[in-house]
């Protein structure tokens, strides 16, 4: 158990900064829109950014424990960590956009988004991807 929570952390981590890399800093460089989750959070509940930051790392590892305790095995069976994380990313992105469409009801609705609607899903499965992949591999290493 103690190697799973910290396989869970290790990695929930690591594709929460790498993501936020992505969709922070390196997708603007291709035309994709800025992606800034904490402060989208923070605005969706009203907390600081501060507090959108932590939120946004405990979905990271919320996710990534969902990927440990319950999708791993199953997902096992594809037999190539890229496709599992490929696979990982797109279930995370499903989950992703379920969680924001609650939080926005409880909270009160989403943010406006300036950007072409296009540009912004694009630029979240993107993200979703390289977080689920890193998830995958993080995991594939202190497993």
């Known amino acids: 158990m103690e190697n799973k929570l910290k396989q869970v952390i290790l990695s929930g981590i690591a594709g929460t ?3 936020t890399i992505v969709m922070l800093w390196i997708g603007p460089i291709v035309g994709l829109p800025e992606m800034n989750t904490a402060a989208m959070l923070s605005m969706m509940t009203g907390f600081s950014v501060t507090i959108g930051w932590i939120l946004h ?3 990271g ?3 990534a424990a969902v ?3 319950l999708l791993s095995k199953v997902l096992k069976k594809i037999g190539n960590n890229l496709l599992i994380g490929i696979t990982f990313g797109i279930a995370a992105f499903i989950l992703g956009q379920i969680g924001l469409g609650v939080l926005g009801a409880l909270f009160g ?3 406006a988004i300036e950007e072409s609607m296009v540009l ?3 630029s979240s499965i993107i ?3 390289v977080y689920g992949v890193v998830v995958v591999l993080v ?3 202190v497993s």
Do not use: E, R, T
Request: charged letters at 5%; aromatic letters at 16%; proline letters at 4%.
């Open 120 to 122: 912004v899903m694009i």
């Open 61 to 63: 590892i919320a996710f």
């Open 67 to 69: 990927y440990v305790f």
């Open 109 to 111: 609705g989403m943010p």
């Open 17 to 19: 900064v790498v993501m």
């Open 57 to 59: 790392f405990v979905i």
């Open 139 to 141: 995991n594939s290493k």
């Open 127 to 129: 993200g979703h991807l």
